[in-house]
């Protein structure tokens, strides 16, 4: 099967789309506002239902969660499951591998001269380093793009695309990351999944019918 990235794009049309208009949007705001006013912009609104749910949220990007559902995708689809889950490996190895090249310090740490004007919610512990790139949101992200890749109702894409954005602003609002970081986050999720889909996909042996089944359908 040959597959090419113009084949992927086709695939993920309607959340490419939207997701470089949202993309252009969010690069609009970084040139017109400071790193610290994006921050404490988003910082100053939260409410005891946000404090509530954003961990929740958050939790979406953790990569727990892509490799429980890469197990119970394999109930149904090998081809979907390993997708999902080399999907991830890749796109978390070139997040890691950012953060320790830029070493960049976290809002906890960048701002702790200013710690009590900062509103953080209770129980969330607070990391300090390796801020860029929002592992979480690259998680999403490529999720994201893997399944809406993988769907047969592309009208998926735009509630795929508002659950990945809710898990990066919640990284912002948990004051796990700054805007850049959940920026680059989607940037790396979207682009590094739609190169591995188009190279991995073309593959031969993910396209024999015995990948097509899962362990709850053998035959």
């Not at 113009?6 to 949007?25: A, M, T």
């Not at 978390?92 to 310090?105: E, G, H, M, N, R």
């Not at 860029?132 to 695309?161: D, E, M």
């Amino acid at each position: 099967m040959n597959i090419g990235i113009n084949d992927v794009l086709k695939q993920i049309r309607l959340f490419f789309i939207i997701y470089l208009i949202l993309l252009c949007g969010c690069l609009l705001v970084k040139v017109l506002f400071t790193k610290e006013a994006i921050y404490f912009a988003v910082n100053a609104c939260y409410s005891p239902f946000l404090d509530y749910i954003a961990p929740y949220v958050t939790d979406i990007g953790d990569g727990i969660t892509i490799i429980i559902l890469s197990a119970i995708l394999s109930l149904f689809n090998y081809r979907a499951s390993f997708l999902m889950i080399t999907s991830y490996a890749l796109t978390s190895l070139t997040a890691q591998a950012v953060k320790y090249i830029f070493d960049a310090p976290r809002p906890i740490l960048l701002y702790k001269d200013k710690a009590s004007l900062m509103h953080l919610v209770k129980g969330v512990y607070m990391i300090q380093y390796h801020s860029f790139p929002s592992g979480h949101t690259v998680t999403a992200f490529s999720a994201a793009v893997v399944t809406v890749y993988l769907a047969k109702n592309k009208n998926w894409s735009i509630l795929l695309l508002l659950v990945a954005i809710a898990v990066g602003y919640s990284r912002m609002y948990l004051s796990e990351h700054f805007f850049e970081d959940v920026v680059a986050g989607s940037v790396i999720g979207v682009l590094v999944t739609g190169c591995w889909l188009s190279f991995i996909d073309r593959k031969q042996f993910l396209n024999k019918p015995s990948w097509n089944r899962g362990l709850l359908k053998r035959y």
